[in-house]
């Protein structure tokens, strides 16, 4: 099993950029699949970005492609959300994810990290 930590979010003006870190322990980081989720107020839980295991292949879901890159640093135990030309509809708290398998579906990802807030103001 893995243990996942966010952090990097905060408040920042439409058209800025945040990277969002998701430091993982506890498990092989390199077995995991890694996605990004997010939850804006009164939101369900949406997909934001997933990787591969070797980070070879992303996904992203059609509101934040051309915005955000999803990467990770195996040696690092530590994936990323790079996120540019922010707007107020990306207020929201990300969380990152890890699963065996590959999904982008939240309902199927196994761990989890305790979110981290993303303030963008207009």
């Known amino acids: 099993q893995v243990q996942l930590v966010e952090s990097g979010g905060g408040l920042v003006q439409a058209g800025g950029s945040l990277r969002l870190s998701c430091a993982a322990s506890g498990g092989t980081f390199s077995t995991y699949y890694m996605g990004w989720f997010r939850q804006g107020p009164g939101k369900e839980r949406e997909f934001v970005a997933h990787?591969?295991?070797?980070?070879?292949?992303?996904y992203y879901a059609d509101s934040v492609k051309g915005r955000f890159t999803i990467s990770r640093d195996n040696a690092k135990n530590t994936a990323y959300l790079q996120m540019n030309s922010l707007k107020p509809e990306d207020t929201a708290v990300y969380y990152c994810a890890a699963d065996l398998s590959w999904t982008i579906l939240p309902d199927k990802f196994d761990y989890w990290g305790q979110g981290t807030q993303v303030t963008v103001s207009s």
């Open positions: 990787i591969t295991r070797s980070g070879a292949s992303t």
